[in-house]
Each structure stands twice: as C-alpha cells, then as structure tokens.
C-alpha cells in the first residue's frame, strides 16, 4: 500500500505562484511513476505533470509554467505553479503507479492522495 498526503494549496491571484507536495509513505520506490491531476467543478479529472525514471511529461495547457520534480531522498513530488490563471483553479491530486505506460490517463493509476484546493484569482 501507498499513501499520498497533498500539502500547498490556496488562494493566489493570477500571474502568482505556488508550490504543491506531495509526500508518500509506505511500498514506494523510485521505480513508481508519480504524477499530479486536478479536476475542477464539474468537470473531469485531467492531467497535469507526471515524472518518472524515464522523463517527464505535460499537459499542453501547464507547459512552460509549471515544472514537476521529485526528491527521492524524501519520497516527495513537487509541483512548481508559475503565472497561474483563473483556468488553473482546481483540487489538484497527486498520483502513483508502477510502472510508465499511460501515464497520462488517471484510472491508470493505484495510489490517491485527497487532494489540496488551488484557487486562482483574476
């Protein structure tokens, strides 16, 4: 089992900044890939970043403005938010799986954390 706790959310005007964790407990190793999804009201839950041992991927509407890492030392993801817009507004999730095929499909995924709220202001 894995467990996923989701730390940085909050209120930000846009064009501002924030930084989401996301630290992990229990069987995990460098070998998971871990990644980030956000689901606005109403909507489905979409992709946003996801890293692995093979590379990173984006979601066409965050290239360039936010980058994913991660700390394997601490068993943390980062997800760094840079020039936020009011579409960014979302509860953003953290995500783990084994393995990196589709890693860009959400019901791939084993392991979810609950969730930290981003809301942007405009």
């Known amino acids: 089992q894995v467990q996923l706790v989701e730390s940085g959310g909050g209120l930000v005007q846009a064009g501002g900044s924030l930084r989401l964790s996301c630290a992990a407990s229990?069987?995990?190793?460098?070998?998971?890939?871990m990644a980030w999804f956000r689901q606005a009201g109403g909507k489905e839950r979409e992709f946003v970043a996801a890293?692995?041992?093979?590379?990173?991927n984006y979601a066409d509407s965050v290239k360039g403005r936010f980058t994913i890492s991660r700390d394997n030392a601490k068993n943390t993801v980062y997800l760094q938010m840079n020039s936020l817009k009011p579409e960014d507004t979302a509860v953003y999730y953290c995500?783990?799986?084994?393995?990196?095929?589709?890693?860009?499909?959400?019901?791939?995924?084993?392991?979810w954390g609950q969730g930290t709220q981003v809301t942007v202001s405009s």
């Open positions: 229990g069987r995990t190793d460098s070998n998971y890939a």
């Open positions: 995500a783990a799986k084994g393995g990196i095929t589709r890693m860009i499909i959400a019901r791939a995924y084993d392991y």
């Open positions: 890293i692995s041992w093979s590379g990173v």
